[in-house]
Protein backbone atom coordinates (compact mmCIF):
# COMPACT_ATOMS: atom_id res chain seq x y z
CA UNK A 1 0.00 0.00 0.00
CA UNK A 2 1.63 3.54 -0.69
CA UNK A 3 2.56 5.91 2.23
CA UNK A 4 -0.44 7.88 3.39
CA UNK A 5 1.09 11.23 4.45
CA UNK A 6 -0.50 14.12 6.65
CA UNK A 7 -0.02 17.65 6.57
CA UNK A 8 0.29 20.76 8.37
CA UNK A 9 1.07 24.88 7.79
CA UNK A 10 4.18 26.08 9.40
CA UNK A 11 5.99 29.38 9.74
CA UNK A 12 9.74 29.29 9.98
CA UNK A 13 11.12 32.26 11.97
CA UNK A 14 14.26 32.88 14.18
CA UNK A 15 15.76 34.71 16.95
CA UNK A 16 19.07 36.24 16.44
CA UNK A 17 19.56 32.76 14.30
CA UNK A 18 17.72 30.74 16.83
CA UNK A 19 15.72 29.26 14.42
CA UNK A 20 12.35 27.78 15.44
CA UNK A 21 9.15 26.13 13.38
CA UNK A 22 5.87 27.61 14.62
CA UNK A 23 2.27 26.09 14.41
CA UNK A 24 -0.83 27.79 14.68
CA UNK A 25 -3.04 25.33 16.96
CA UNK A 26 -5.59 28.03 18.25
CA UNK A 27 -8.02 25.54 16.60
CA UNK A 28 -6.60 22.16 16.09
CA UNK A 29 -3.57 20.61 17.65
CA UNK A 30 -1.36 18.10 15.51
CA UNK A 31 -1.44 14.71 17.29
CA UNK A 32 1.97 13.50 18.58
CA UNK A 33 3.85 16.52 19.00
CA UNK A 34 7.28 14.96 20.03
CA UNK A 35 7.62 12.77 17.32
CA UNK A 36 6.71 15.73 15.05
CA UNK A 37 9.25 17.89 16.55
CA UNK A 38 12.01 14.88 15.45
CA UNK A 39 10.57 15.13 11.75
CA UNK A 40 10.02 18.73 11.26
CA UNK A 41 13.40 19.69 12.67
CA UNK A 42 15.52 17.45 10.96
CA UNK A 43 18.06 19.39 8.65
CA UNK A 44 18.05 16.83 6.12
CA UNK A 45 14.66 15.20 5.83
CA UNK A 46 12.42 17.91 7.30
CA UNK A 47 12.14 21.96 6.99
CA UNK A 48 15.45 22.32 9.75
CA UNK A 49 14.89 23.64 12.77
CA UNK A 50 16.51 23.93 16.40
CA UNK A 51 12.70 22.89 17.16
CA UNK A 52 9.46 22.95 17.06
CA UNK A 53 7.23 26.25 18.87
CA UNK A 54 3.19 25.67 18.90
CA UNK A 55 0.68 28.55 19.41
CA UNK A 56 -2.42 27.11 21.55
CA UNK A 57 -4.90 29.33 23.51
CA UNK A 58 -4.89 29.74 27.17
CA UNK A 59 -7.26 30.06 30.15
CA UNK A 60 -4.52 32.04 31.98
CA UNK A 61 -2.82 33.92 29.39
CA UNK A 62 -3.40 35.78 26.07
CA UNK A 63 -1.92 32.86 24.43
CA UNK A 64 -0.06 29.78 24.83
CA UNK A 65 3.48 27.94 24.11
CA UNK A 66 4.76 24.84 24.34
CA UNK A 67 7.91 23.91 22.47
CA UNK A 68 10.01 20.77 21.72
CA UNK A 69 13.77 20.66 21.29
CA UNK A 70 15.25 19.05 18.39
CA UNK A 71 15.44 15.82 19.36
CA UNK A 72 11.31 16.09 20.44
CA UNK A 73 12.14 16.55 24.37
CA UNK A 74 9.99 19.29 25.59
CA UNK A 75 11.32 22.01 27.13
CA UNK A 76 9.68 24.63 29.87
CA UNK A 77 11.04 27.90 28.30
CA UNK A 78 12.72 29.70 25.16
CA UNK A 79 13.50 33.61 25.49
CA UNK A 80 13.62 33.56 21.60
CA UNK A 81 10.71 31.74 20.38
CA UNK A 82 8.55 33.85 23.29
CA UNK A 83 9.85 37.14 20.99
CA UNK A 84 8.40 35.23 17.89
CA UNK A 85 5.39 34.40 19.02
CA UNK A 86 5.07 38.23 20.18
CA UNK A 87 5.59 39.05 16.13
CA UNK A 88 3.51 36.44 14.86
CA UNK A 89 0.39 36.81 16.83
CA UNK A 90 0.41 40.84 16.15
CA UNK A 91 1.31 40.42 12.24
CA UNK A 92 -0.30 37.58 11.81
CA UNK A 93 -3.70 39.50 13.02
CA UNK A 94 -4.88 37.14 15.93
CA UNK A 95 -4.48 40.01 18.47
CA UNK A 96 -3.58 43.82 18.53
CA UNK A 97 -2.01 44.20 21.99
CA UNK A 98 0.90 45.38 22.53
CA UNK A 99 1.14 43.93 25.32
CA UNK A 100 0.70 40.44 25.80
CA UNK A 101 1.09 37.31 28.39
CA UNK A 102 2.30 33.97 27.17
CA UNK A 103 1.59 30.73 29.23
CA UNK A 104 4.74 28.30 29.84
CA UNK A 105 5.76 25.44 31.39
CA UNK A 106 7.84 27.99 33.30
CA UNK A 107 5.01 30.26 34.41
CA UNK A 108 2.96 33.40 32.77
CA UNK A 109 5.89 35.78 30.79
CA UNK A 110 5.03 39.47 29.65
CA UNK A 111 6.05 40.13 25.89
CA UNK A 112 5.83 44.15 25.60
CA UNK A 113 6.09 44.73 21.35
CA UNK A 114 7.86 47.92 19.83
CA UNK A 115 5.92 48.75 16.90
CA UNK A 116 7.12 50.72 14.33
CA UNK A 117 4.83 51.37 10.59
CA UNK A 118 3.03 48.52 11.87
CA UNK A 119 5.55 46.05 12.42
CA UNK A 120 7.01 44.61 15.14
CA UNK A 121 10.49 45.54 15.64
CA UNK A 122 11.61 44.19 18.68
CA UNK A 123 10.02 42.70 21.61
CA UNK A 124 11.31 42.66 25.39
CA UNK A 125 10.11 39.65 27.16
CA UNK A 126 10.15 39.70 31.34
CA UNK A 127 11.86 36.61 31.91
CA UNK A 128 10.54 36.49 35.77
CA UNK A 129 13.09 36.15 38.92
CA UNK A 130 16.31 33.71 38.25
CA UNK A 131 17.30 31.01 40.47
CA UNK A 132 20.11 31.21 41.67
CA UNK A 133 22.62 27.52 42.23
CA UNK A 134 25.60 27.22 43.14
CA UNK A 135 27.98 29.48 41.39
CA UNK A 136 31.38 27.53 42.26
CA UNK A 137 29.87 23.78 40.58
CA UNK A 138 33.10 21.88 39.58
CA UNK A 139 33.02 19.25 37.01
CA UNK A 140 35.74 17.34 35.79
CA UNK A 141 35.05 15.27 32.71
CA UNK A 142 36.28 11.90 31.92
CA UNK A 143 38.21 13.10 29.50
CA UNK A 144 40.18 15.06 32.23
CA UNK A 145 38.88 18.40 31.35
CA UNK A 146 38.06 20.83 34.90
CA UNK A 147 35.21 23.12 34.79
CA UNK A 148 33.82 25.77 37.39
CA UNK A 149 30.28 25.93 36.11
CA UNK A 150 27.93 29.11 37.47
CA UNK A 151 24.08 27.23 37.56
CA UNK A 152 21.46 29.36 37.15
CA UNK A 153 17.54 28.71 36.46
CA UNK A 154 15.61 30.78 34.26
CA UNK A 155 12.42 28.58 34.05
CA UNK A 156 15.20 26.26 32.66
CA UNK A 157 18.52 24.79 33.73
CA UNK A 158 21.56 26.33 32.74
CA UNK A 159 25.31 26.03 33.54
CA UNK A 160 27.74 28.98 32.40
CA UNK A 161 31.42 28.55 32.00
CA UNK A 162 32.95 31.98 31.71
CA UNK A 163 36.76 30.95 29.30
CA UNK A 164 38.74 32.37 27.31
CA UNK A 165 38.57 30.04 24.79
CA UNK A 166 35.42 29.80 22.80
CA UNK A 167 36.57 27.46 20.39
CA UNK A 168 34.83 24.61 18.33
CA UNK A 169 37.30 22.60 20.68
CA UNK A 170 35.82 23.47 23.91
CA UNK A 171 32.22 24.30 22.92
CA UNK A 172 31.50 21.14 20.57
CA UNK A 173 33.93 19.14 22.22
CA UNK A 174 32.69 19.78 26.46
CA UNK A 175 29.42 20.99 25.46
CA UNK A 176 27.68 17.67 24.81
CA UNK A 177 29.52 16.71 28.17
CA UNK A 178 28.76 19.02 30.35
CA UNK A 179 25.14 18.74 28.98
CA UNK A 180 25.10 15.12 30.64
CA UNK A 181 27.24 15.39 33.81
CA UNK A 182 26.03 13.56 36.81
CA UNK A 183 25.52 16.97 39.33
CA UNK A 184 22.54 17.38 35.96
CA UNK A 185 19.62 14.76 36.43
CA UNK A 186 18.00 16.69 33.77
CA UNK A 187 20.44 17.79 31.59
CA UNK A 188 21.44 21.53 31.37
CA UNK A 189 22.27 23.96 28.88
CA UNK A 190 25.89 25.09 28.73
CA UNK A 191 26.77 28.85 28.11
CA UNK A 192 30.60 29.29 27.83
CA UNK A 193 31.09 32.85 27.82
CA UNK A 194 34.05 35.53 27.11
CA UNK A 195 33.42 38.73 29.24
CA UNK A 196 34.96 41.53 26.71
CA UNK A 197 33.93 44.32 29.41
CA UNK A 198 31.68 45.20 31.78
CA UNK A 199 28.95 45.85 29.36
CA UNK A 200 29.44 43.20 26.92
CA UNK A 201 30.05 39.59 26.92
CA UNK A 202 30.67 36.86 23.84
CA UNK A 203 28.53 33.44 24.31
CA UNK A 204 28.24 30.29 22.69
CA UNK A 205 25.65 27.85 23.66
CA UNK A 206 25.62 24.08 24.19
CA UNK A 207 21.87 23.72 23.79
CA UNK A 208 20.15 20.92 25.97
CA UNK A 209 18.84 18.67 23.32
CA UNK A 210 19.41 20.67 20.22
CA UNK A 211 23.56 20.80 20.11
CA UNK A 212 24.83 23.97 19.62
CA UNK A 213 22.27 27.11 18.27
CA UNK A 214 23.20 30.15 17.04
CA UNK A 215 21.70 31.52 20.22
CA UNK A 216 19.96 31.30 23.15
CA UNK A 217 17.50 33.82 25.35
CA UNK A 218 17.30 31.88 28.57
CA UNK A 219 20.49 31.40 28.09
CA UNK A 220 22.05 35.16 27.98
CA UNK A 221 19.47 36.03 30.90
CA UNK A 222 21.58 33.10 32.70
CA UNK A 223 25.05 34.51 31.83
CA UNK A 224 23.84 37.98 32.63
CA UNK A 225 22.84 36.76 36.17
CA UNK A 226 25.76 34.72 36.50
CA UNK A 227 28.09 37.47 35.47
CA UNK A 228 27.24 39.99 38.03
CA UNK A 229 26.58 37.84 40.97
CA UNK A 230 30.86 37.06 39.78
CA UNK A 231 31.49 40.92 39.58
CA UNK A 232 32.03 40.63 36.17
CA UNK A 233 29.41 42.58 34.47
CA UNK A 234 26.89 45.59 34.70
CA UNK A 235 23.16 44.80 35.30
CA UNK A 236 22.72 45.70 31.42
CA UNK A 237 24.91 44.03 29.31
CA UNK A 238 24.60 43.07 25.59
CA UNK A 239 25.49 39.40 24.62
CA UNK A 240 26.96 39.07 21.53
CA UNK A 241 26.05 35.00 19.66
CA UNK A 242 26.89 33.98 16.46
CA UNK A 243 23.94 35.00 15.44
CA UNK A 244 23.12 38.14 16.70
CA UNK A 245 22.97 40.63 20.15
CA UNK A 246 20.56 40.70 22.71
CA UNK A 247 20.20 42.57 25.28
CA UNK A 248 19.82 41.71 28.73
CA UNK A 249 18.75 43.84 32.30
CA UNK A 250 18.50 42.22 35.61
CA UNK A 251 16.34 44.84 37.45
CA UNK A 252 17.88 45.87 40.88
CA UNK A 253 14.49 47.00 41.73
CA UNK A 254 11.91 43.80 41.00
CA UNK A 255 14.65 41.22 40.07
CA UNK A 256 13.61 40.41 37.38
CA UNK A 257 15.65 39.75 34.42
CA UNK A 258 14.42 41.61 30.95
CA UNK A 259 15.46 40.42 27.44
CA UNK A 260 15.16 42.43 24.35
CA UNK A 261 15.84 41.68 20.99
CA UNK A 262 14.14 41.37 17.74
CA UNK A 263 12.26 37.90 15.99
CA UNK A 264 12.00 37.31 12.16
CA UNK A 265 10.50 35.60 9.57
CA UNK A 266 11.80 32.76 7.35
CA UNK A 267 9.08 31.07 5.47
CA UNK A 268 5.32 30.27 5.34
CA UNK A 269 4.56 26.14 3.72
CA UNK A 270 3.11 22.78 3.89
CA UNK A 271 4.67 20.06 5.53
CA UNK A 272 4.01 16.64 4.98
CA UNK A 273 4.64 13.76 6.84
CA UNK A 274 4.05 10.14 6.94
CA UNK A 275 1.12 8.46 9.17
CA UNK A 276 2.52 6.03 12.51
CA UNK A 277 5.79 7.37 11.98
Known sequence: MPQEFKNV?????????????????????PQDL?????LISDRHFGIGSDGLVVILPSEIADFRMRMFNADGSEAEMCGNASRCIAKYVYEKGLTDKQEITLETLAGIK???????????????????????GDTESIVILENGKKFVLSQIGMG??????????????????????LEVADIFPD???????????????????????????????????????????????EREVSV???GGELHVEWSKENNHVYLTGGAEFIADGLFYYPLNK
Not at 12 to 28: F, L, P, Q, R, T
Not at 34 to 38: E, F, I, K, N
Not at 167 to 176: A, E, K, W
Not at 202 to 226: D, F, I, N, Q
Open 156 to 177: NPHAIVFTEDLTDVNVLGNGPL
Open 9 to 29: HFTKMHGAGNDYIYINAMKEV
Open 110 to 132: VLKLDIRDDKVAAVTVDMGEPTI
Open 34 to 38: HSLAL
Open 187 to 233: KSNIEFVKVLDSRHLRMRVWERGSGETLACGTGACATAVAAVMKGLA
Open 240 to 242: KLP
